[in-house]
């Protein structure tokens, strides 16, 4: 459903990513991780249209993101839906208002049903009546929490959250990737980048680790776990294979 050949992207002549390919089949979520600053949010970007790349390719069920005009890639974002790292709320708008956002642009529910839907994925990420607010009066988690509300109302069947556990205590993590799990369709693919390796490890089919701007390493949990490499043992928290039986 995502096929990245060959993406290169470089920011003032420093490589941030470089020669990347790997593809992503309809019904997996994968997680992508590696240290801070590798290049994991940039790559989220890239593979929604919102930065071009320097070289290479980013194909959405076949279609080429590369080149597409405005409204083109105006459709295809209304297949996906994206939890930015910072937020990205409108700060003119009330909670109620940046959460149902997506729904009143597809124009295809009602008042009555968006407002429901908006209470109920508001509750489901642990915020019920914050409808009124406004994101100044949120804390980070809080903002962490409506974001992911907004991101994922429209039910898109491609969805991309930039660390969305950040800044939520332990119990409130393990419920949003618990509602990533439930909200993933076995038609769509889902992308998380995040640090919290421990909760995505229930959560995530297949893994891509970033390493010194290139794809380290590729493959599900049983290949992580067989994996005697380092920097796999350094993320994941593993033990070399000879040492484990």
């Given at each position: 459903?995502?096929?990245?050949?060959?993406?290169?992207?470089?920011?003032?002549?420093?490589?941030?990513?470089?020669?990347?390919?790997?593809?992503?089949?309809?019904?997996?979520?994968?997680?992508?991780?590696?240290?801070?600053?590798?290049?994991?949010?940039v790559l989220?970007?890239?593979?929604?249209?919102?930065?071009?790349?320097?070289?290479?390719?980013?194909?959405?069920?076949?279609?080429?993101?590369?080149?597409?005009?405005?409204?083109?890639?105006?459709?295809?974002?209304r297949r996906?839906?994206?939890?930015?790292?910072?937020?990205?709320?409108?700060?003119?708008?009330?909670?109620?208002?940046?959460?149902?956002?997506?729904?009143?642009?597809?124009?295809?529910?009602?008042?009555?049903?968006?407002?429901?839907?908006?209470?109920?994925?508001?509750?489901?990420?642990?915020?019920?009546?914050?409808?009124?607010?406004?994101?100044?009066?949120?804390?980070?988690?809080?903002?962490?929490?409506?974001?992911?509300?907004?991101?994922?109302?429209?039910?898109?069947?491609?969805?991309?959250?930039?660390?969305?556990?950040?800044?939520?205590?332990?119990?409130?993590?393990?419920?949003?990737?618990?509602?990533?799990?439930?909200?993933?369709?076995?038609?769509?693919?889902?992308?998380?980048?995040?640090?919290?390796?421990?909760?995505?490890?229930?959560?995530?089919?297949?893994?891509?680790?970033?390493?010194?701007?290139?794809?380290?390493?590729?493959?599900?949990?049983?290949?992580?776990?067989?994996?005697?490499?380092?920097?796999?043992?350094?993320?994941?928290?593993?033990?070399?294979?000879?040492?484990?039986?």
């Open positions: 459903m995502i096929d990245v050949r060959h993406l290169s992207i470089s920011y003032e002549g420093s490589p941030v990513l470089t020669d990347m390919t790997f593809r992503v089949a309809k019904g997996t979520i994968l997680g992508v991780v590696g240290a801070g600053g590798v290049g994991k949010s989220l970007k890239l593979l929604c249209g919102l930065i071009q790349p320097d070289d290479g390719d980013v194909q959405i069920d076949g279609l080429s993101i590369r080149g597409l005009d405005d409204d083109a890639l105006a459709d295809l974002r996906m839906g994206m939890l930015f790292q910072n937020y990205a709320l409108f700060d003119f708008m009330t909670v109620g208002e940046n959460v149902a956002f997506p729904l009143e642009q597809a124009r295809e529910d009602s008042p009555q049903d968006i407002q429901a839907k908006v209470s109920e994925r508001l509750s489901e990420v642990g915020l019920p009546g914050i409808e009124r607010m406004y994101p100044r009066e949120l804390s980070g988690g809080m903002k962490k929490r409506v974001s992911l509300a907004r991101a994922t109302i429209a039910g898109a069947n491609i969805l991309l959250y930039d660390d969305p556990a950040a800044g939520l205590d332990p119990v409130t993590s393990s419920k949003i990737f618990s509602l990533i799990r439930r909200l993933h369709s076995s038609e769509g693919v889902s992308v998380v980048v995040s640090h919290d390796i421990d909760r995505m490890v229930g959560v995530c089919d297949e893994w891509l680790v970033l390493h010194q701007g290139r794809i380290w390493f590729m493959g599900d949990v049983h290949a992580v776990r067989a994996s005697n490499d380092p920097v796999i043992a350094t993320l994941f928290d593993t033990q070399p294979q000879e040492a484990v039986r």
